[in-house]
């Protein structure tokens, strides 16, 4: 039973939270940035694990939650990570972040044929929704460390039900 919820709420919380990012994106008209591509990877797993917990209860269903657990401990420290780009403590990690180099006697062509086709989001430029002033970057650290702390105290619970059943 516990697993169930457990699920469920991992589900919902992992597609809340790529839905908020697909509507800031697609109808709010914001561009992601590289940082916030990856961040969304973690919240896919967290969805998927939730689906196993949620149909598959019993042990399957009590790993599926364990194994969720590292997917927010990486949410978390992406936003962290994100969130030091934006407030400029420290350069992002990723090169598709950079504006790109031209090395001196390159032609016009050289530098046109090294430009993207988009032009990217600068990870260092947060994003803000719902008029808050912490970035969409922060919010979603926060809704993994709070799911993280309910999903460990899940596993706890889960953990303590099977050890006095025996």
Known sequence: MIARLTGGLMFFAGMAAIGVA???EHILGYAPCELCLIERAPWRIVSFLGVIALLIPGMVGFWATVLALPALAA???LAGIHNGVEQKWWESPLPACHAPVFHA???FHDR???MPMR???PCDD???LF???VSMTVLGGIAAA???IIVSYSVVLQARRWHAAR
């Open 126 to 128: 947060p994003t803000y």
């Open 112 to 114: 046109m044929a090294s």
């Open 146 to 148: 709070l799911l993280f």
């Open 22 to 24: 697909w509507w800031a």
């Open 119 to 121: 032009p990217a989001k």
């Open 75 to 77: 949410s978390v420290m």
């Open 105 to 107: 006697g390159a032609s």
């Open 131 to 133: 008029h808050l002033p």
